[in-house]
Nanobody, 124 residues
Framework: QLQLVESGGGLVQPGGSLRLSCTAS????????IGWFRQAPGKEREAVSC????????NYEDAFMGRFTASRDLAKYTAYLQMNNLRPEDTGTYYC?????????????????WGQGTQVTVSS
């Protein structure tokens, strides 16, 4: 069964950067389209970005376009979310999860179970 583990969160000042990682493990380890989602305190979980299986296609919700960049290293079974120019409103728990897609496309249609996520706090 495919398991995804998020890491890389932490405390950062406004304007700072973080890179989140999402690593596949378990007996069913494979590279699949990955979605990144965020849940801010007291708010619904929202989509951030997704990346296709090969990494050839990425999509972003408008609020994150130009600041966040999704990428992946297939050999390491790891997807990344580079977050720049962070704002206090970016604070929340970030999750990665398999999504509907293929080698050249991705969506925010979830195809898996939520993990623990990684906490990002943007504060001075």
């Amino acid at each position: 069964q495919l398991q995804l583990v998020e890491s890389g969160g932490g405390l950062v000042q406004p304007g700072g950067s973080l890179r989140l990682s999402c690593t596949a493990s378990g007996s069913g380890r494979e590279n699949r389209p990955i979605g990144w989602f965020r849940q801010a305190p007291g708010k619904e979980r929202e989509a951030v970005s997704c990346i296709s299986t090969t990494g050839s296609r990425t999509n972003y919700e408008d609020a994150f376009m130009g600041r966040f960049t999704a990428s992946r290293d297939l050999a390491k079974y790891t997807a990344y979310l580079q977050m720049n120019n962070l704002r206090p409103e970016d604070t929340g728990t970030y999750y990665c999860i398999p999504v509907l897609g293929n080698d050249w496309a991705c969506t925010f249609n979830v195809r898996g179970e939520w993990g623990q996520g990684t906490q990002v706090t943007v504060s001075s």
